[in-house]
């Protein structure tokens, strides 16, 4: 499973803000995410879907490679990242205003 996701608020910013993103799906579903630079590594399981892959943070983007989940699966968590990853993103909303666990 492998998609782009756009971003505006520069290289420093982004990982910052996917920084807090990781520590809510760490804190929400159990997902480890590893940095090495600007690429991290994640794995997890998510009910049944076991979820592990790659993120490669840009200057203007976001790249993702992960295991694909399965047909069923598939557009659910892509669809589910790029929500998450439009409110982590958003350039209005201050980093210390962003999610970082259940609530």
């Not at 159990?30 to 490669?56: A, C, E, H, R």
């Not at 200057?59 to 399965?70: C, L, N, R, S, T």
Request: glycine share 8%; hydrophobic share 35%; charged share 25%.
């Amino acid at each position: 499973m492998q998609f782009d996701y756009p971003h505006s608020v520069g290289l420093e910013d982004a990982r910052a803000r996917v920084d807090v993103l990781c520590i809510y799906l760490r804190n929400r579903h159990g997902i480890k995410v590893n940095w090495n630079g600007n690429t991290g590594s994640f794995d997890g399981k998510y009910l049944m879907v076991t979820i592990q892959g790659k993120m490669q943070i840009e200057d203007a983007q976001i790249h993702f490679d992960g295991k694909d989940p399965g047909m069923l699966w598939r557009k659910k968590a892509v669809e589910y990242l790029k929500e998450k990853l439009a409110v982590y993103l958003d350039p209005n909303t201050p980093i210390a205003e962003l999610p970082t666990d259940k609530s």
